[in-house]
Nanobody, 118 residues
Framework: QVQLVESGGGLVQPGGSLRLSCAAS????????MSWYRQAPGKERELVAI????????NYADSVKGRFTISRDNAKNTLYLQMNSPKPEDTAVYYC???????????WGQGTQVTVSS
């Protein structure tokens, strides 16, 4: 079955860096666009970044543009989010997300907590 397993979250200081990973299985990772979302306490889940199946095009929320980088390794079935210069307002649970083409079902990982604080 489809599984998305995030890792790499934790406590990071403002201005530091952190890399999140999402290990995917149960579907053909290399032909699917992938996304990162986040949800802060008391707020709605929001799109952070999206990447095409080949990794040749990306798009970002304005709030993270220039600081975060989404990437993927199709040989390892893994999605990444490099977070540089994080801010306290980036504190949230981060989720990876996919819509599987064969079923049009959407899947979320279990999420990984990122806390930005000094």
């Amino acid at each position: 079955q489809v599984q998305l397993v995030e890792s790499g979250g934790g406590l990071v200081q403002p201005g530091g860096s952190l890399r999140l990973s999402c290990a995917a299985s149960g579907f053909t990772f290399s032909i699917h666009a992938m996304s990162w979302y986040r949800q802060a306490p008391g707020k709605e889940r929001e799109l952070v970044a999206i990447i095409t199946s080949a990794g040749d095009s990306t798009n970002y929320a304005d709030s993270v543009k220039g600081r975060f980088t989404i990437s993927r390794d199709n040989a390892k079935n893994t999605l990444y989010l490099q977070m540089n210069s994080p801010k306290p307002e980036d504190t949230a649970v981060y989720y990876c997300y996919v819509v599987v083409l064969t079923t049009l079902r959407a899947y979320w990982g279990q999420g990984t907590q990122v806390t930005v604080s000094s």
